[in-house]
């Protein structure tokens, strides 16, 4: 299992939608995350800023599994309006991805 983490941004103002929405995720999404490979998958926040943690087999392909599917469009949808793109992203990336540089369990 690989450990991945990147960065999302939230649009200014939109912290209160980002939370409540994510407080409420519809329970048909937490089950296509599951089945497309998604454990362990945890959201943190400081400011706008968003530190994503996964535990997955192969990111990309759970992620085309994941983005290619009908809920999951209609969430990105919902959260379009929310959301910008990372400052620290560059071209050709969705969002910045971590480097893991230290690890114990």
Do not use: C
Not at 5 to 33: F, M, S, T
Request: negative net charge; without cysteine; aromatic residues 12%.
């Amino acid at each position: 299992m690989k450990r991945v983490a990147y960065l999302l941004r939230i649009r200014e103002g939109k912290e209160k939608k980002y939370v409540d929405a994510h407080q409420n995720v519809w329970p048909e999404l937490i089950e296509h995350l599951k089945e497309a490979g998604f454990r362990n998958y945890t959201i943190f926040k400081r400011g706008l800023d968003l530190f994503v943690y996964v535990e997955i087999e192969d990111f990309e392909k759970s992620l085309r599994n994941l983005i290619n599917h009908p809920i999951y469009e209609k969430w990105a949808e919902k959260m379009d309006p929310i959301m910008e793109p990372h400052p620290d992203r560059k071209e050709g990336e969705m969002f910045p991805i971590l480097s893991e540089v230290f690890h114990i369990d």
